[in-house]
């Protein structure tokens, strides 16, 4: 049995939650990579679109939330947001993706069925405010919520 030592060091090595998520995520691609000369075509591409999910899910998370600052938190014009949420490792259709999510983000404003919508998923749809009443983490809430339910198209 080890001692409350070896313990200690044990404990400072596990992983942060971003860590993890990156490692599964690799673990995907690879799994999805080294299984794909067993699989027929209509599998390789439900299994990239899986992993195509994947990542916009984390696009979400990163610049999603970058969006969503710049636009409702901070109230900065259209092209700062859109200057301060592209990354410069980022595919060509990723860049699509996220120049669109700024334009949404600028177009979009949040309806009184969505606000009853998030609230009945969340577990409670009584006292639900309108939509003109909703604070600027709700909207951002909703919005989130609302990009990445097209991650699965």
Do not use: F
Request: glycine share 6%.
């Amino acid at each position: 049995m080890p001692d409350s030592g070896q313990l200690r060091g044990a404990e400072a090595a596990v992983p942060s939650s971003a860590g993890v998520v990156l490692a599964v995520t690799m673990l995907l691609g690879t799994w999805c990579a080294s299984g794909s000369a067993q699989t027929t075509p209509g599998e390789q591409r439900e299994q990239r679109e899986h992993v195509s999910r994947i990542v916009c899910y984390h696009m979400v998370q990163s610049s999603g939330r970058a969006i969503a600052w710049a636009r409702w938190e901070q109230d900065l014009p259209i092209e700062q947001a859109r200057s301060r949420s592209q990354r410069d490792d980022a595919s060509r259709s990723q860049a699509d993706l996220v120049d669109s999510w700024v334009s949404d983000a600028y177009r979009w404003h949040a309806t009184d069925e969505q606000v009853h919508e998030w609230a009945s998923e969340l577990g409670s749809a009584d006292n639900v405010p309108h939509a003109e009443q909703l604070n600027a983490h709700e909207i951002i809430a909703i919005w989130l919520r609302r990009i990445a339910r097209r991650c699965g198209e």
